[in-house]
C-alpha cells in the first residue's frame, strides 16, 4: 500500500497561486507516476496533470496548461503543483495519485490520497 497526503490548499483571490504538496509513504516513490486531479462540486472528477518517474516527462490538461506545474522530489518522497494565474473555475477538491507506469493515459491509478480544498474567489 502507499498512503498519500496532500496539503497547501485554501482560499485564494482569481489571478493568485498556490502550491499543493502530496508526501507518500509505503512505497517506492521513484518507481510510480504521479498524478493530481480535481473534483468541482457537481462535477466528476476530471484529470489536472501528471509527472514520470524522473520528474523528466509532464502532462497536462487543456485546461491548465502554461498556469499550473506539476514536479516532484524523489528524496523528500514529495510530488507538487504550482498553481498560478488561478481562475474561480479551478475551486475544486485535488488529489494526488499514483500509478505504476502509463504517464499519458488519465485512467489506472492505484492510490488516492484524501483530497484538499482549494477555493478561488473573483
Known amino acids: 500500500q502507499m498512503q498519500l497526503v496532500e496539503s497547501g490548499g485554501g482560499l485564494v483571490q482569481a489571478g493568485g497561486s498556490l502550491r499543493l504538496s502530496c508526501v507518500a509513504s509505503g512505497r517506492t516513490f521513484s518507481s510510480y507516476v504521479m498524478g493530481w486531479f480535481r473534483q468541482a462540486p457537481g462535477k466528476e472528477r476530471e484529470f489536472v496533470a501528471a509527472?514520470?518517474?524522473?520528474?523528466?516527462?509532464?502532462y497536462y490538461a487543456d485546461s491548465v496548461k502554461g498556469r499550473f506545474t506539476i514536479s516532484r522530489d524523489n528524496i523528500k518522497n514529495t510530488v507538487y503543483l504550482q498553481m498560478n494565474s488561478l481562475k474561480p473555475e479551478d475551486l475544486a477538491v485535488y488529489y494526488c495519485?499514483?500509478?505504476?507506469?502509463?504517464?499519458?493515459?488519465?485512467?489506472?491509478?492505484?492510490?488516492w490520497g484524501q483530497g484538499t480544498q482549494v477555493t478561488v474567489s473573483s
Open positions: 495519485a499514483a500509478k505504476p507506469d502509463d504517464l499519458y493515459a488519465t485512467s489506472g491509478y492505484e492510490y
Open positions: 509527472i514520470s518517474w524522473s520528474g523528466g516527462s509532464t
